[in-house]
């Protein structure tokens, strides 16, 4: 059973930095793309940057420049680097793994990011 387990949230003020995590468990990480998602009260949970099994990496244009995603295969760990952080990035962030194109797995419990003065 594949597990996924978020960690690395937090209170930060406007312009602060985050690094969130994300452990694998019950599958071969290395195989999978994989993607971080953030979710707000009342609306869709969305894709905020993803990773290919080679290291290709994909942003939305709301966190292009800001934030940037890892992944290291030996410990089956995705990262998200949140630098010049926004209140508008506060969410729920939860990680992935991507199957055309698509979260393929179930959610773990997400980490909430909050940034305020």
């Known amino acids: 059973q594949v597990q996924v387990v978020e960690s690395g949230g937090g209170l930060v003020q406007p312009g602060g930095s985050l690094r969130l995590s994300c452990a694998v468990s019950?599958?071969?990480?290395?195989?999978?793309?994989m993607g971080w998602y953030r979710q707000v009260p009342g609306k869709q949970r969305e894709l905020v940057a993803r990773?290919?099994?080679?290291?290709?990496?994909n942003y939305a244009d709301s966190v292009k420049g800001r934030f940037t995603i890892s992944r290291d295969n030996a410990k089956n760990t995705v990262y998200l680097q949140m630098n010049s952080l926004r209140p508008e990035d506060t969410a729920v962030y939860y990680c992935?793994?991507?199957?055309?194109?698509?979260?393929?797995?179930?959610w773990g419990q997400g980490t909430q990011v909050t940034v305020s003065p």
């Open positions: 992935n793994t991507i199957q055309g194109g698509l979260p393929f797995h179930s």
């Open positions: 019950g599958t071969i990480f290395s195989y999978y793309t």
């Open positions: 990773i290919t099994s080679g290291a290709n990496t």
